[in-house]
C-alpha cells in the first residue's frame, strides 16, 4: 500500500457509475470494477451498490466462507486504483470470520446452501402476485372494501418477498432475484431507490442517526432516536408514531419521486441513469392508474380515496410494525469504530428466535440480527444458524437481544418510544 497513490473520498465519490466508471474501496484499497459490472454472478444491480464508496461491509456481508476463493481471484483480476485515504471501516474482524466459519460448517453438515428455500419464495412469489391482480380487479372495479384490505396483506407479504429478491437472497440466480425483487415495483415502489436506502444507509450503519436513513422517518414530527432534536410536540411520540405509521406507504411512494430531483438519502448517492428514471417514473404512473385513477373514474373521488387508505395503511401497518420492533429500542446505538458485524448485534434485536412460522410470517425480520449480518442468506437458514450467532456474540462478550415473542418486543418499543417524549434519553 506504501507505494500506491493515493485515493480521495472525493475522487472515490466522483467514479460511482454516473461517469460510466465504477471505483469501490475494499479493506483499504481502491479498485476499478467497471468491466466487471455485468460479469457479477450476483448481477449488476446489486454491485452498482459499490460504487463510488468504502464496500468494504457490503462484499464482506454478501460472500460467505464457501466464496472466498472465489471473490479473492476476481478481486485479482480488477484494477487496483490505488490506496483508500477517505473514512475506512475498521474494527476488529475476528468474531465476524469465527462467525462465519462457524456458520459454513454448520450449513456443511445440514447439506444445504444459503439459498435453501428458493422454490418457497419463488412460488410465494407467484401466488401473491396472482391474488393482488385479482384483489386489484375486484378492488378497483367493483369497489370492494374486503379486497382492498386482501390488497393491504398483499401488499406485506410481497413486500416482505422483495426484500428477499432485492438482498439477491432469493436464489442464486441473478434473474430470479431480480424477478422477486420487482415485486416492490409491482406494490408502488422502487427496487432502485430501495436498494440503496436499506441496503447502503440501513445495513451498513444501522441505528447510526446521521447515516441510517430509517432514523430520519417522519422526522421532525416524531422522534425515534435519542440523539435527535427534542421537540414540544413529542410528549404524544408514542401516539404520533402509531398514527404516522399508517401513512408509511404514502411517504415511501412519494419520497421515490424525490429521489428523481434529489438523489441523496442519508449522505448516500443515488445513482440513477435515463432508463432508471424512466423506469421509476413508469413504476409509479402504474400503481396510481390501477389504484386510483381507475376507481376514480367508476367509482368517484371519495370511494377511490377511502379503498386506497385500506389497503395503504393495512399494508403499512403490517410492514412497518413488523420492523419496527427490530430497532427502535432502548440501548440500540453501536459504537462506529467497532468491527461492521459487531455495530450489527449491538443495534439490532430478535424476536422469536428460532420460530420457523414467525420467520415466515415476519419474512425473516424475527431474526434481525442474523439477517443484518448475512443479508444475502435466505431467510429459511436463519432458524437454522440461529443459535451459533447467539452463542458466538455472547462468546464474544456482546448482549443478544432477543425477545420472547412479537408483542413483548412491541411492548418494549413503546415503552422507549415513550421515554423518547420526555426527552429523557439523550443518546
Known amino acids: 500500500l506504501a507505494n500506491m497513490a493515493k485515493v480521495t473520498q472525493e475522487q472515490l465519490q466522483q467514479n460511482a457509475g454516473g461517469n460510466g466508471v465504477y471505483w469501490t474501496a475494499i479493506n483499504g484499497v481502491v479498485y476499478d470494477f467497471t468491466d466487471f459490472v455485468h460479469e457479477h454472478p450476483g448481477g449488476a ?15 464482506e456481508s454478501h460472500h460467505l466462507e464457501k ?29 465476524f470470520t469465527t462467525l462465519r466459519r462457524r456458520v459454513h460448517e454448520r450449513l456443511r453438515s445440514l447439506q444445504i446452501t444459503h439459498h435453501y ?40 407479504r410481497l413486500g416482505f418477498l422483495m426484500h428477499s429478491g432485492n438482498h439477491a437472497s432469493a436464489s442464486q440466480s441473478k434473474f430470479i432475484n431480480i424477478l422477486v425483487g420487482l415485486c416492490m415495483n409491482l406494490i408502488g415502489g ?19 442517526s446521521a447515516r441510517d436513513k430509517d432514523c430520519h422517518s417522519g422526522k421532525p414530527m416524531i422522534r425515534l432516536h435519542g440523539e435527535h432534536k427534542f421537540y414540544f410536540w413529542h410528549r404524544f411520540n408514542p401516539v404520533t408514531v402509531a398514527a404516522a405509521m399508517s401513512g408509511f406507504l404514502v411517504k415511501w411512494f412519494l419520497s421515490d419521486m424525490l429521489r428523481l430531483f434529489v ?12 432508463f432508471d428514471r424512466l423506469g421509476l417514473l ?13 376507481p376514480w373514474y367508476l367509482h368517484g373521488p371519495e370511494t377511490a380515496l377511502k379503498l386506497a387508505a385500506v389497503t395503504m395503511g393495512l399494508g403499512a401497518y403490517y410492514l412497518g410494525g413488523t420492523f419496527i420492533v427490530n430497532h427502535i429500542q432502548e440501548g440500540l446505538v453501536a459504537d462506529p469504530k467497532r468491527h461492521w458485524a459487531e455495530r450489527q448485534v449491538l443495534a439490532s434485536a430478535n424476536w ?9 410470517a415476519s419474512g425473516g425480520l424475527n431474526h434481525q440480527i442474523e439477517h443484518h449480518i448475512f443479508p444475502s442468506m435466505s431467510i429459511y437458514v436463519y432458524p437454522y444458524i440461529q443459535d451459533i450467532v447467539e452463542k458466538t456474540s455472547k462468546e464474544f462478550g456482546m448482549p443478544y437481544r432477543n425477545y420472547p415473542t412479537y408483542t413483548n418486543a412491541l411492548f418494549h418499543t413503546m ?11 439523550k443518546a
Not at 190 to 208: C, E
Open 67 to 95: 466464496s472466498q476463493g472465489v471473490v479473492t481471484k476476481a478481486l485479482e483480476k480488477l484494477t487496483v486504483v490505488g490506496e483508500f485515504v477517505g473514512e475506512r471501516e475498521g474494527g476488529d474482524a475476528k468474531f
Open 190 to 208: 422502487s427496487s432502485l431507490v430501495w436498494r440503496y436506502q436499506h441496503q447502503v444507509s440501513h445495513h451498513m450503519y444501522p441505528n447510526d
Open 352 to 360: 422469536a428466535s428460532g420460530s420457523y412460522l414467525y420467520n415466515w
Open 282 to 294: 413508469l413504476t409509479k404512473v402504474q400503481w396510481a392508474a390501477l389504484h386510483l385513477a381507475l
Open 415 to 425: 415503552k422507549f418510544l415513550y421515554r423518547l417524549s420526555f426527552g429523557k434519553i
Open 45 to 59: 444491480k446489486i454491485i452498482r451498490l459499490a460504487g463510488g464508496r468504502d464496500s468494504t461491509i457490503l462484499f
Open 263 to 274: 438523489p441523496v438519502l442519508a449522505g448516500t448517492r443515488v445513482e440513477m441513469g435515463i
Open 117 to 156: 428455500g428458493t422454490k418457497w419464495i419463488l412460488g410465494e412469489s407467484a401466488l401473491c402476485t396472482m391474488l393482488y391482480l385479482i384483489a386489484t380487479y375486484f378492488a378497483s372495479v367493483h369497489a370492494s372494501y374486503i379486497a382492498a384490505a386482501f390488497l393491504g396483506l398483499l401488499t406485506g
